[in-house]
Every structure is written in structure tokens, then in C-alpha cells.
């Protein structure tokens, strides 16, 4: 058995970034552990300590960021005055400034994947629930059409999603502009509500895109 790696100098938050960078860069199969290695400053046997694979980077990586997203949206939710505000800052965190290249990566490889599968469907699972639950808020109130919160927020999810992807890819006819007034667009008509545009206090650098954090 190898010795186990001097890594006291380096944080695990530190190569997750770095890996995050890389694959964002060079896509999955082309990253290599020794790049991932040499952008975080330590060794190949440090980062595989940590992850056992190229995909456990790119899961984690995801996680964390998920994590990092929805601790700011929880704070800046709970200061909001309705639902409409919510579902708005949703939307706009999503389609702010942001890279969506490390979610385009797992969706690729949970077509064949039983991990990347299992992790996709969990993170996803998280975003629809989220959007729901600020549906389930509004509708409470008599904001929202009275139709099923779930089915609402994966129409909601798709089409963001659907955007990000065209986006990501440089489509010249989606900007990110657009593809937050078609999803604020799809929003208001399936829930009969108007969505209006957000102040600048409620939209803050953090709250920018859902993989924005871990691209250093």
C-alpha cells in the first residue's frame, strides 16, 4: 500500500476548484488527474486520496456548487416579499453570468452511467423540488394558477435547462438575456402571474448561476 499523500497544505475545496476549472476547460475525457494535480499545486497520488476518478471530481465539484447556490438563494429567498419574487430570483440566478459546462458534462455521461445517472437525477431532483416549493408558496397565497407545482417546476427546469445548453454552446440566436425572458415568459403563463424584474438588492454576484462558484 502507497503511503498516504503530504496533503496537509492543501484543502480538498482547492482541488475540487481546480478540477472544475480543468474539466470546464477540456471536457472529462480529455482532463487527466495529473492536470488536475498541477493546476491545484499538489500531486496526482493527493488527489486520489480524495476522489477515486475523474467522475467523483466532477460529481463533487457539482455538489459543492449546488450547495454554495442554495445557501444564498435560502438567505436571499427568505427576504423576499412573495413568491413571485422567488420564482423570479430563481430564474435569474440561473440565467445570469454563469457556465453550465460541468452540468452539459454529467448530463453526457449519465446516458451510460450508473453513477453520473444516480448523481444527475439527485441534483436534479433538488432544483425541481425547489422551484416547487416556491410554487406550493404561491399558490398559498393565490398568487399562482392552481395546476400540479411538480409538473409546473419540470417545464420550468426543462426550459431553463433546454436555454442553458444552447447557450453554453454559443448559440447566436440565445443569449442569456433571452433565455431568462422566455423562461420568465413560460413561468407566467403557466402560473397566470406576472413575474416583474428584481431590484438590484436582490440579484448580488453569488446568486449568479447555478455552476458560477466553482469556476474560480
Partial sequence: MSPRPQIDHIRKPQIL???????????????????????????????????GSKDDLLTEALIVDED???????????????????????????AADYDWTLWMELWSRAVRDRGAAAARRRLDDRWHGQIAEDIRGGQRVGAFEELDPDDAAAI???????????????????SAQRMRDLAVNTAELLLQCELL????????????????????
Fill in 17 to 51: 476548484a481546480a478540477a472544475a476549472q480543468v474539466i470546464a476547460e477540456r471536457g472529462l475525457a480529455s482532463t487527466r488527474i495529473v492536470d488536475v494535480a498541477e493546476r491545484a499545486g499538489t500531486s496526482p497520488p493527493a488527489v486520489l486520496y480524495w476522489f
Fill in 68 to 94: 454554495r447556490f442554495y445557501g444564498a438563494m435560502t438567505e436571499r429567498l427568505a427576504a423576499l416579499d412573495n413568491p413571485c419574487e422567488g420564482l423570479r430570483l430563481l430564474i435569474e440566478a440561473c
Fill in 156 to 174: 420550468i427546469a426543462s426550459v431553463l435547462d433546454g436555454l442553458a445548453v444552447q447557450v453554453t454552446l454559443g448559440d447566436p440566436g440565445v
Fill in 197 to 216: 424584474p428584481l431590484d438590484g438588492a436582490a440579484l448580488t454576484a453569488d446568486s449568479a448561476g447555478r455552476t458560477e462558484g466553482v469556476q474560480g
